[in-house]
């Protein structure tokens, strides 16, 4: 399924982002839901750089972590820019809307599982 963003907001209250789908569901991330599922590379390395078991790093120190910016990738994704500089996840529309968080989507994987 292609899914279809209508309206997006980047600042959205209590630390989220909103989507508003073509189809009308709406869905509400936190910042930090978002992050914890950073499609990258690095992120979704199954072995964490060493540096990160030496404990955190001067870069995620820096007050609570939220988006600076963000960027259309063509129409079928979302990069974000992270306020400790990490930028390279690029989130596409179908990935946001399987993460969403909502109990409707929630109860809809519990089925197809
Ligand atoms: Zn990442
Ligand atoms: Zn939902």
Redesign the pocket.
């Known amino acids: 399924m292609f899914s279809t963003p209508k309206t997006i907001r980047l600042f959205g209250e209590g630390n989220t982002l909103a989507i508003e789908w073509a189809d009308g ?1 709406h ?1 509400t991330y936190s910042y930090q839901y978002l992050r914890d599922r950073c499609p990258c590379a690095t992120c979704t390395d199954p072995e964490p750089p060493p540096a990160w078991e030496a404990g955190p790093l001067p870069m995620f120190a820096s007050g609570p972590l939220k988006p600076e910016k963000a960027e259309l990738t063509g129409r079928y994704a979302l990069q974000i820019y992270w306020s400790d500089g990490h930028s390279s996840g690029i989130y596409t529309f179908d990935y946001l809307r399987n993460l ?3 109990t ?2 929630e109860a809809g994987r519990d089925k197809a599982q």
Do not use: A, E, R
Request: charged share 15%.
């Open positions: 569901h869905s969403c968080p909502c409707d989507c």
